[in-house]
């Protein structure tokens, strides 16, 4: 390959050609300041739009300064980062964002998490010249089930775009109309509930103003911990102690699970149990209607669809209810295990303990944002009182404990309590991309050889590769397994399948780069692709750790199923832990 | 937006797909299919832009974003006279502005609106070439030269009757 020489701030650089100077800037150890642009490099996704003009340099021999992140280098390109030309353009743009920017910082939900306001810091923004004289624009502000947009404080990164689209294809948001008046928004600028919006958060995740954020319910749940007629009962999915350490200053990647439940405990939740419960039951539904299907395959079956496809991404569901709506029943019909966990607690939970559905108040704690939307569908309800009230984000738990004084990092490490509480090492891996399929091969193997797995570790099925396939073994029958993550490689499996083109039994689809742990719920990662390795790197050690590695080893799901559910797929099953998809594209006008 | 629902004959639809196809429904030829389109159509209302996306296989989204970003582009259906006022230099320095507000006053509408009864619509455009007549107004092929707010009042009562 090329390579071009060049100098940057008096230091000599060599880097292949086509490398922007940013980069190249980047090889010497000098950190150009960025704002719009976005690099999660293990994702192939890079958001640089040359819009913002933070990150301008001067170029010797050129009368404009040129933005680093969008200008590729050239052989003996002399570059300053730093001349008080450059710092002082810098300034001058920062103070032109900030002059169309609500000053609100105190009370905005991104305060002290916001790449805008360290900008401001970092440039020693202050004042904001002629203030005084400038109109601001405004925009209305836009509220979904699991979204909020308040594009007055859109900065036109268009991060939300690139994910949005180049991502996720799922095209709800785009930069619409211009000057003053341009903002990102769904067409003909219809609220995001009436878009082909999957509420994966993807766009919040990546937000660096307080744009994009999700609808905050600390308050409801606040509100019912305060009330003493209610059982308050709290579950936690597999994601949330992975990440939530970060919030409190932890390195990422720290296991937190102990600190979690004394923190829950301590907020006054009646009952602390864990969606990973609900995980072990997803896998016993879902395995089993995985061998069921796959066996009725086999004995030539015609009616009988394969791949089955997993079920418990609420953004994913979303996704091919929307776009792909003419392949709704290839899905397993498995509620997910949130859901799962809701309906369980409010009927199996609730005759135990003598407390009535509605004196119950199932709550949440998610890595994700869709599932603030799952938990408010009518289908998960009985009579108007849902299977789970609200749900929470992993950020929203960060405040609440926050809130209550609590810090996290010096608290002693507590037990989940029983019977939900109980949980394999297969459940805690659905926190990451290819986890759920692997818990399913090893119970679902397990059931259908009638033997014990050597390992129960499938290596193959591990990774951050947007599409992944493996063969798996199942004495003599091999069973050929996809996984996605992300909805635009899930696109791409969708359509192979459409065509007839689909070899696999199985396809796991996670609607989040590296599956939940990377969720729209959780800590901000910043543009930094490490921390969602770190991350899934401690969701498999809490795997390993774990004494339990299979679903139908948890002694808690075998009894469940003895006292109260029969056997998977049962018709109680059916009724409480299995669900069906709609078809939801509208045409404009019909909304 | 236009919020008139209108339903499109599938002759329209048809329509509508050959011009995509013409273009092989490449996205980067969607400002040229936009343009047919508008020719044809005489605006790009959000049913009309429906059918480019699905064709396309582009979001609504950003078929929308192209629409709303060049001005060129309008999802308001012109009026069956459509009103032109040229505000370039020559005109604009001989009064185009006090011409254009009293055709705003007249028929009671904004620059880029089209009146309830779908009668008349109001625009600027730079330029007729015919500079010595400034301020040039047109009203759809016909040109009025020289004219004065006083004489607006005129004009308009010349296609109202």
Request: proline residues 4%; negative net charge; glycine residues 8%.
């Amino acid at each position: 390959m090329d390579h071009i020489k060049l100098l940057i701030d008096g230091k000599t650089v060599e880097v292949p050609k086509g490398t922007t100077v940013y980069k190249a800037a980047k090889e010497v150890g000098i950190d150009i300041p960025v704002l719009c642009y976005m690099d999660l490099h293990d994702l192939n996704i890079e958001n640089k739009p040359g819009g913002c003009r933070i990150c301008s340099v001067e170029i010797e021999g050129r009368r404009n300064l040129a933005p680093s992140c969008s200008t590729n280098v050239s052989e003996g390109m002399v570059v300053k980062t730093n001349s008080m030309r450059v710092i002082n353009a810098r300034r001058t743009v920062m103070e032109l964002i900030l002059s169309d920017h609500p000053k609100e910082c105190l009370t905005c939900a991104k305060s002290g998490n916001c790449d805008l306001q360290d900008m401001a810091i970092k440039l020693g923004i202050r004042d904001i010249p002629g203030q005084e004289y400038a109109e601001m624009s405004t925009y209305r502000l836009d509220t979904s089930p699991s979204i909020i947009r308040e594009m007055d404080k859109c900065i036109m990164c268009r991060r939300c775009e690139t994910m949005c689209n180049d991502f996720q294809t799922v095209g709800a948001l785009n930069a619409v109309n211009r000057g003053f008046n341009a903002v990102v928004a769904p067409a003909f600028e219809m609220n995001l509930e009436h878009s082909p919006c999957t509420y994966c958060g993807q766009c919040v995740a990546v937000c660096p103003t307080g744009a994009l954020t999700e609808v905050d319910h600390t308050a409801n749940v606040i509100q019912a911990l305060s009330d003493p007629n209610k059982t308050v009962v709290v579950q936690t999915a597999p994601a949330v102690r992975a990440a939530l350490g970060e919030e409190f200053g932890m390195e990422p990647g720290t296991r937190v699970t102990g600190k979690m439940v004394s923190a829950l405990k301590n907020l006054g939740f009646d009952y602390v149990f864990d969606t990973d419960f609900a995980a072990d039951l997803t896998i016993m539904e879902e395995g089993t209607e995985l061998l069921d299907r796959l066996s009725r395959h086999l004995d030539g079956d015609k009616d009988v669809q394969l791949p089955i496809l997993t079920s418990c991404c609420p953004g994913w569901v979303n996704f091919f209810e929307y776009h792909f709506p003419e392949m709704k029943d290839i899905p397993s019909t498995a509620r997910s295990p949130q859901q799962m966990f809701g309906s369980i607690a409010k009927t199996y939970f609730a005759e135990k303990i003598g407390v009535k559905r509605e004196e119950m108040v199932v709550v949440s704690i998610m890595p994700c944002l869709a599932k603030k939307y799952e938990c408010q569908r009518d289908e998960f309800s009985v009579d108007g009182n849902p299977d789970v009230d609200f749900s929470i984000s992993t950020r929203e738990l960060a405040h609440l404990i926050k809130q209550a004084n609590l810090d996290l990092s010096t608290m002693t490490d507590s037990e989940f309590d029983s019977p939900l509480g109980e949980s394999s090492g297969a459940a805690v891996i659905f926190g990451a991309t290819g986890g759920v399929i692997e818990a399913a091969t090893r119970t679902a193997y397990e059931l259908q050889t009638g033997k014990t797995l050597e390992s129960v570790d499938f290596k193959q099925l591990r990774g951050l590769e947007g599409i992944r396939s493996a063969t798996v073994d199942f004495d003599g029958l091999e069973i050929k397994i996809g996984i996605a993550h992300g909805l635009g490689n899930a696109r791409k499996l969708l359509e192979e399948i459409k065509a007839g083109r689909s070899e696999f039994h199985a396809i796991e689809i996670m609607a989040c780069p590296g599956g939940c742990i990377g969720g729209g719920g959780q800590p901000l990662h910043h543009g930094n692709s490490d921390i969602l390795k770190a991350r899934t790197r401690a969701i498999y050690e809490e795997d390993e750790a774990k004494t339990l590695r299979k679903s139908h080893e948890n002694p808690y799901i075998i009894k469940l199923y003895e006292e109260f559910l029969d056997q998977p797929m049962s018709e109680k099953a059916h009724k409480l832990l299995h669900t069906h998809y709609f078809e939801r594209k509208r045409k404009v006008f019909e909304v | 937006m236009s919020t008139v629902k209108i339903e499109l004959r599938k002759d329209q639809i048809e329509k509508i797909h050959e011009f995509c196809d013409e273009f092989n429904n490449e996205h980067g030829e969607l400002i040229n299919v936009l343009h047919k389109t508008q020719q044809a159509f005489g605006y790009l209302p959000a049913e009309v832009q429906e059918v480019i996306a699905d064709k396309m296989r582009l979001p609504v989204a950003k078929v929308y974003g192209v629409v709303t970003f060049y001005s060129f582009f309008t999802m308001i259906p012109k009026g069956e006279f459509p009103v032109s006022i040229c505000t370039g230099t020559a005109c604009y320095v001989r009064g185009a502005e006090n011409v254009l507000s009293e055709f705003k006053k007249q028929l009671d509408i904004e620059v880029g609106e089209t009146s309830a009864d779908g009668r008349f619509s109001l625009s600027c455009l730079r330029c007729v070439g015919a500079c010595g007549l400034a301020p040039v107004v047109l009203v759809g092929e016909k040109t009025y030269g020289r004219v004065a707010p006083d004489d607006v009042k005129e004009i308009i009562e010349e296609y109202r009757s």
